[in-house]
Each structure stands twice: as C-alpha cells, then as structure tokens.
C-alpha cells in the first residue's frame, strides 16, 4: 500500500505519478501495489463505477489460472468462457462506437475490459443489471454472487 499515486520506478513523489495501482510481474508477480487514498476514493464515492482496489484485484483473479486473459477460468466454470468471450467482443464493440456507458478503457483488451466491467459489476450492482443485463448475469454466475 503506498501512501500516493506513483510512477513507472514506484515513487510516490515527484512527476509523472500517474497511477494509482497495479499488479506486478517478474520480481512483483503475485503481488498488487495500491495508492491508499485511491483505494479509499474507489469506495467512498458511491455513484461512482471505478474502483482500483476491485479493478487490481480481479487482474490477479485473472492471473489465478496462469493466463491473463480476461477469462477468470479459476473461478469459472468451463460453461461460460464461450459466452462469456461472446458477451466480452459484442461490449468491446459497443464501446469502440461510442455506444455503451462503460468506461471507454475497457476496450483496450480483454483483459482491462474484465477488470472494468468488474468494477461497474461491483460498486453499481442495480445500474449494471439495468443497462447490461446479459452481462450482469454472467458476472454473477461467475463470481457467485447477485449483488443486485
Ligand atoms: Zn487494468
């Protein structure tokens, strides 16, 4: 946990600290580095669909099966990753056409596009189900809960 948002070599002074969490490789693998006060923001701010503690977590949720991927297949049964990738690059689509209310990061791969969605799944259950609610349903089989 670090005391601020941090740059490329971990300092949390100076300039260019411009991200507030991560999840290492090589020497860092396994391990995820927040920014405390982001951390905190992501669950105070209750209208709000970004979360980096949820969004950092499920990328090591990802990595739980070996593969980062934007398939939790740790946590998932064989079932859903067909639909699963279905639902994931019709959404991608979407947003790419400026047609989905879903942080626009999340078309950047499927991996961010896991973690985005997880964050909006998270933090504004009701509002996700209203708007997505196919996704909604696979989110809440695969992380075994309805939060909605
Ligand atoms: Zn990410």
Not at 32 to 49: E, N, Q, T, V, Y
Not at 65 to 91: C, K, R, T, Y
Request: no cysteine.
């Amino acid at each position: 946990m670090y005391k601020d948002s941090f740059n490329e070599d971990h300092q949390t002074e100076g300039e260019k600290r411009n991200i507030l969490g991560k999840v290492g490789s090589g020497d860092m693998n396994r391990l995820m580095i927040l920014s405390l006060p982001a951390l905190r923001a992501g669950f105070a701010l209750k209208d709000s669909k970004n979360n980096v503690g949820i969004h950092e977590f499920v990328h090591l949720i990802d990595k739980a099966d070996g593969a980062v991927d934007g398939l939790p297949e740790s946590i998932m049964s064989q079932q859903f990753v067909l639909p699963w990738l279905n639902l994931m690059h019709q959404e991608i689509e979407k947003i790419k056409e400026n047609d989905s209310d879903i942080n626009p990061y999340g078309a950047t791969s499927q991996i961010e596009f896991l973690s985005v969605v997880s964050e909006y799944f998270f933090n504004q259950p009701e509002k996700f189900k209203e708007k997505h609610p196919q996704l909604y349903s696979l989110l809440a089989k695969i992380y075994a809960q309805d939060s909605a």
